[in-house]
């Protein structure tokens, strides 16, 4: 594939840009940590599908063949990510006294809303934890005789048995419940950990290795550091799995409204209710690198608000200036420097504000003809 803009990436394993070089040629493969389907997502959640769609996008857009996996939570998540607590969906059921089947299926519906009305494109395939428990019950017993230790509440894994555990977080090592979801395994009744689940499901689908791994940024110091100790363990390497591990940073709430555990979190339904279009929470997010600590207020909604609207009018008044003038879109293609501007914006990593310039740059050129500002 020629590319004259190699991609570059943020790899959280290295600590360090690279060269996008895919696993195998003209393809790219993604696997991306969805949502514990408990409650509803916050718009801090949703962040990190944002700028998977993103990446995907530019994957696209660079010109590979995108096979994007998103997996659905519906077992296994304790209420502390250190693996402590209860399971989040059990919990859950157990408030509302409802089915665990009928909260998981309920909030994955309110999940895959706010994805469309966000316009994220959906993925190749959608994998759901416990579609893929035979799997993981296959996957623990080939791991369960060199790193794992069995107690009486459940096999579990040592991480004293595999090279480097917690580079990726730059850490270091240091009575039975009654549950609405249970297997039968060769360690008794249970469910299996989300760790495993995301090490199974990636397996299964892309094949190991495969090219990028995504998450929020709190995932990099617990969750993929497990991820990554059971797919070496599975593997017999010291390979992690995916060549890249991507994290998106924190959408920042200074009022506290932002975690779950609060009672009240700002929902994308409330954001609409207020008025404001959810692809405005959406620019909100372009309007920063992914990396970066991103604040919400109200203020800034606004103003990203405008900023798309004043986007989405000149489109339009361009479209309308190509129907009047009887121009095909095709009869003025923009310069390969002009191009290159956004193309180089999106192959340094992502560089969504520098590519929000580059576009208003070309929208805002009265002199330029109506077809070349609209391609």
Same mark, same amino acid.
């Given at each position: 594939?020629?590319?004259?803009?190699?991609?570059?990436?943020?790899?959280?394993?290295?600590?360090?840009?690279?060269?996008?070089?895919?696993?195998?040629?003209?393809?790219?493969?993604?696997?991306?940590?969805?949502?514990?389907?408990?409650?509803?997502?916050?718009?801090?959640?949703?962040?990190?599908?944002?700028?998977?769609?993103?990446?995907?996008?530019?994957?696209?857009?660079?010109?590979?063949?995108?096979?994007?996996?998103?997996?659905?939570?519906?077992?296994?998540?304790?209420?502390?990510?250190?693996?402590?607590?209860?399971?989040?969906?059990?919990?859950?059921?157990?408030?509302?006294?409802?089915?665990?089947?009928?909260?998981?299926?309920?909030?994955?519906?309110?999940?895959?809303?706010?994805?469309?009305?966000?316009?994220?494109?959906?993925?190749?395939?959608?994998?759901?934890?416990? %579609?893929?428990?035979?799997?993981?019950?296959?996957?623990?017993?080939?791991?369960?005789?060199?790193?794992?230790?069995?107690?009486?509440?459940?096999?579990?894994?040592?991480?004293?048995?595999?090279? %480097?555990?917690?580079?990726?977080?730059?850490?270091?090592?240091?009575?039975?419940?009654?549950?609405?979801?249970?297997?039968?395994?060769?360690?008794?009744?249970?469910?299996?950990?989300?760790?495993?689940?995301?090490?199974?499901?990636?397996?299964?689908?892309?094949?190991?290795?495969?090219?990028?791994?995504?998450?929020?940024? %709190?995932?990099?110091?617990?969750?993929?550091?497990?991820?990554?100790?059971?797919?070496?363990?599975?593997?017999?390497?010291?390979?992690?799995?995916?060549?890249?591990?991507?994290?998106?940073?924190?959408?920042?709430?200074?009022?506290?409204?932002?975690?779950?555990?609060?009672?009240?979190?700002?929902?994308?339904?409330?954001?609409?209710?207020?008025?404001?279009?959810?692809?405005?929470?959406?620019?909100?997010?372009?309007?920063?690198?992914?990396?970066?600590?991103?604040?919400?207020?109200?203020?800034?909604?606004?103003?990203?608000?405008?900023?798309?609207?004043?986007?989405?009018?000149?489109?339009?008044?361009?479209?309308?200036?190509?129907?009047?003038?009887?121009?095909?879109?095709?009869?003025?293609?923009?310069?390969?420097?002009?191009?290159?501007?956004?193309?180089?914006?999106?192959?340094?990593?992502?560089?969504?504000?520098?590519?929000?310039?580059?576009?208003?740059?070309?929208?805002?050129?009265?002199?330029?003809?109506?077809?070349?500002?609209?391609?």
């Amino acid at each position: 594939m020629t590319d004259p803009v190699p991609l570059r990436l943020y790899n959280s394993l290295t600590r360090s840009l690279q060269d996008f070089e895919p696993v195998h040629p003209g393809e790219a493969r993604v696997y991306t940590c969805g949502p514990t389907v408990y409650n509803y997502p916050h718009i801090g959640n949703m962040r990190a599908y944002v700028f998977a769609d993103v990446l995907g996008r530019t994957l696209s857009w660079k010109g590979y063949k995108l096979t994007h996996v998103i997996n659905i939570t519906d077992v296994g998540h304790l209420t502390d990510d250190a693996d402590a607590g209860e399971d989040k969906l059990e919990k859950a059921a157990a408030e509302k006294a409802q089915s665990i089947w009928d909260i998981a299926r309920h909030f994955t519906e309110a999940y895959w809303a706010d994805v469309k009305a966000l316009n994220i494109r959906q993925p190749a395939q959608w994998t759901i934890a416990t %579609d893929y428990v035979s799997q993981m019950i296959q996957f623990a017993e080939e791991i369960a005789e060199k790193h794992c230790y069995e107690l009486e509440s459940g096999l579990y894994f040592d991480v004293s048995t595999v090279a %480097d555990y917690g580079k990726l977080a730059r850490a270091s090592t240091d009575e039975g419940e009654s549950r609405q979801m249970e297997w039968d395994s060769p360690w008794g009744k249970g469910a299996p950990g989300w760790h495993l689940e995301c090490s199974v499901m990636s397996g299964a689908v892309l094949g190991f290795p495969f090219d990028i791994h995504t998450g929020g940024i %709190d995932h990099r110091e617990i969750h993929h550091p497990n991820e990554i100790a059971q797919n070496q363990a599975h593997t017999c390497s010291d390979a992690s799995g995916a060549n890249i591990w991507m994290h998106n940073n924190f959408l920042v709430d200074r009022t506290g409204k932002m975690s779950k555990s609060s009672g009240e979190f700002l929902r994308l339904q409330l954001l609409i209710d207020k008025g404001y279009h959810p692809l405005a929470y959406r620019m909100l997010c372009l309007q920063a690198h992914y990396r970066s600590e991103l604040e919400f207020s109200w203020e800034g909604l606004g103003a990203a608000l405008t900023r798309l609207k004043r986007m989405v009018m000149a489109v339009e008044k361009l479209k309308a200036d190509l129907t009047a003038s009887k121009q095909p879109e095709g009869s003025f293609p923009l310069s390969d420097a002009e191009r290159a501007v956004f193309d180089e914006a999106m192959a340094n990593d992502l560089n969504t504000p520098l590519a929000l310039t580059a576009i208003e740059t070309v929208l805002a050129a009265r002199k330029m003809p109506a077809a070349k500002r609209i391609q």
